[in-house]
């Protein structure tokens, strides 16, 4: 972390007017920002001669640094920064709030003062944005209320889980085969009858585009294809899940299929990638912004199945690319994908499917072992093909005699780092 120069520590606050709102906080909001930026603080120990921990405070693990940077909001004299709405003294050079980690407190200030302008505090729990902050007490917040902060870190919520998955055992067993086929037909259909209807959106459109176009087709196969409506209750885009622990409230699968044959807690995941490298949309992206959310519990954490399609725009196949890549990949160290099985050839006659089984690198919260384990998750990968456009009719130059046309290149092989 880099020190922010003293003036445009004060510039940036003054611009976003924290001297008049965002630094009107209470000492137990401050003291709970020290809390935790005690590790951020950690640099700063050594200056201090405070390296050395107290025994409560190795309990705690916690820095006896955080109470002077407590020391340092709530006095201004010392160079810090007022939780009362005023700015603390600023040295002309050289001065105290840069030495005292003045930085760090400023960097909070300016996140708070941006933050105030809406008139809440944000909370640090995922899915929370936006919602005010707890009624604060003259000596505190009030009895009842929590306090947090806007952080990267995530908590998780067991209640959320214990809730969602009572009286169920987890992972549920696994769907049969054939009818993960013929899930595939159905998508493989929906996109065929997009080709027809809507070729344009399909070629340039953003990922999200297609995806509505998707939801769209799926859920009026309904009314059209019987096995589909047996099969399926309904398809929704975006529908907000749950993370394996619950930390995470907010996760939005781009497809989810509601089976007629499992509770729609917990529907048939389908995340969506377009492949077109013109774009920056390459197998990494695939698999770092897709495949992986399987792996570590954010989507299909309750299943041992679920689906990944490719909206390709430069003809590339599973085959030709997607296990190539995966292949190589097992060379890594650690292997990022935790593969388990490739697929030795198509997993269907007429569609470009493929099957990949990955480990899954979390347990069951409250579970016991071994009835914490998820065990390996089945991915199937449907990569879609947009149709290219009809090259115009070239017209000959009889002028000039026809020159000999140039072979184009294949389709190479993607390298490993995509």
């Known amino acids: 972390m880099t020190a922010m120069p003293q003036g445009d520590f004060v510039a940036e606050l003054q611009r976003y007017g924290a001297d008049t709102a965002a630094l009107r906080l209470r000492d137990s909001v401050v003291q709970h920002f020290c809390d935790v930026l005690s590790t951020e603080l950690a640099p700063w120990a050594e200056r201090f001669g ?24 709530v006095n201004p004299d ?40 809406s008139g809440t505090l944000l ?42 998955t009572r ?28 080709s027809d209807t809507q070729e344009a959106v399909l070629a340039t459109g953003s990922e999200a585009e297609i995806n509505a176009l998707m939801e769209t087709r799926l859920c009026q196969l309904l009314d059209e294809d019987p096995l589909w409506q047996q099969l399926v209750r309904t398809v929704t885009r975006g529908k907000e899940t749950v993370s394996f622990n619950g930390s995470r409230l907010e996760m939005r699968p781009d497809l989810s ?38 792996l570590s519990g954010d989507y299909g954490w309750g299943v041992r199945e679920s689906f990944m399609l490719a909206y390709v725009r430069d003809q590339s196949t ?13 060379t890594l160290e650690p292997e990022p994908y935790a593969i388990v099985d490739l697929p030795p050839s198509a997993s269907h006659p007429t569609l470009d499917l493929a099957r990949t089984a990955h480990n899954r690198a979390f347990k069951y919260p409250n579970r016991h072992p071994p009835k914490d384990e998820p065990g390996p998750i089945a991915i199937w990968h449907l990569w879609l093909q947009v149709a290219l ?25 993607p390298p490993v780092s995509g």
């Open 318 to 330: 599973t085959a030709s690319c997607l296990s190539p890549f995966l292949q190589g990949s097992r």
């Open 167 to 194: 009286g169920l055992e987890l992972p549920f067993a696994a769907l049969d085969e054939e009818h993960l086929r013929l899930i595939g037909e159905a998508l493989a259909r929906a996109w065929s009858d997009l």
């Open 123 to 164: 909370v640090g729990n995922p899915g929370s944005a936006g919602r005010a902050a707890p009624r604060m007490g003259t000596h505190g917040p009030a009895k009842g209320a929590s306090i947090g902060v806007t952080s990267t870190a995530y908590t998780p919520r067991l209640e959320q889980i214990d809730e969602l």
């Open 389 to 413: 456009p009809a090259p115009l009719p070239r017209v000959q130059n009889l002028s000039r005699p026809a020159r000999r046309r140039r072979r184009g290149r294949g389709c190479d092989l």
């Open 50 to 73: 405070e390296s050395d921990r107290s025994g409560a405070d190795q309990q705690a693990g916690r820095l006896p640094l955080a109470r002077r940077a407590h020391s340092l909001w």
């Open 78 to 117: 010392a160079g810090g920064c007022s939780p009362t709405g005023r700015l603390g003294k600023v040295p002309a050079s050289g001065g105290s709030l840069r030495r005292h980690g003045g930085d760090v407190c400023g960097k909070v200030g300016l996140s708070l003062a941006r933050t105030s302008q």
């Open 257 to 294: 299929i509601h089976l007629s044959t499992r509770t729609p807690s917990f529907p048939l995941i389908v995340e969506c990638k377009l492949i077109d490298p013109a774009s920056g949309k390459t197998n990494t992206l695939y698999c770092n912004n897709g495949l992986k959310r399987f």
